[in-house]
């Protein structure tokens, strides 16, 4: 059974930095790309970042570019994103996601629980 | 960035109604385009790809139709489980991209 399993949400201050971590099992990680999208409580979905499966390639919305890196480790089955200068506006709930197919342009067949990250001071 | 955005915003039906929900791109996409269902306090499901394909376990009566620009899900018969929030995702480029949802709501 897929299983993602986000952690390392929280409160943090206007301007401070995050470090989100996805859990991954179930399947083969290292053949997988992986993706980060977020949602504001009552809002729509907004896509975050994404990574192929030998990271290699990384993906950013314009609204986290230059403050936002996602990684991953394929030995740990773990994704990361690495969030810093936070803003009011990156308050929401972060979902990691794994993509379906090899292409590297795929839709998000599995889902993380969600994790809340709270940027307030 | 390609735009994609969903008509209606909210959909009041009732058990048994046949609903259909629209997405535009703001260009053309083929037909990569993804189907989500989102209930409160949970995470997306995947339910449509490639525009008109069933991922598997997907009950039959949803459907999906469209390619480049215009696309649309259609639930043939509407059950209680299917009141939620649906999103609509480009995938054509590097870029994925949602709609903002259309929430099918008990009229």
């Known amino acids: 059974e897929v299983q993602l399993v986000e952690s390392g949400g929280g409160l943090v201050q206007p301007g401070g930095s995050l470090r989100l971590s996805c859990a991954a099992s179930g399947f083969t990680f290292s053949y997988s790309a992986m993706h980060w999208v977020r949602q504001v409580p009552g809002k729509g979905l907004e896509y975050v970042s994404g990574?192929?499966?030998?990271?290699?390639?990384?993906y950013y919305a314009k609204s986290v570019e230059g403050r936002f890196t996602i990684s991953r480790d394929n030995s740990k089955n773990t994704l990361y994103l690495q969030m810093g200068s936070l803003r009011a506006e990156d308050m929401a709930v972060y979902y990691c996601?794994?993509?379906?197919?090899?292409?590297?342009?795929?839709?998000?067949?599995?889902w993380g629980q969600g994790i809340l990250v709270t940027v307030s001071s | 960035d390609i735009q994609m955005t969903q008509s209606p915003s909210t959909l009041s039906a009732s058990v048994g109604d046949r609903v259909t929900i629209t997405c535009r791109a703001s260009?053309?996409?083929?037909?990569?385009l993804a189907w989500y269902q989102q209930k409160p306090g949970k995470a997306p499901k995947f339910l449509i790809y490639a525009a008109s394909t069933l991922e598997s376990g997907v009950p039959s009566r949803f459907s999906g139709s469209g390619s480049g620009t215009e696309f649309t899900l259609t639930i043939s018969s509407l059950q209680p489980d299917d009141f939620a929030t649906y999103y609509c995702q480009q995938y054509n480029t590097y870029s994925w991209t949602f709609g903002q949802g259309t929430k099918v709501e008990i009229k």
């Open positions: 260009q053309s996409i083929s037909i990569w």
């Open positions: 996601a794994r993509a379906r197919g090899l292409s590297g342009k795929d839709p998000f067949d599995y």
């Open positions: 990574i192929s499966s030998n990271g290699g390639s990384t």
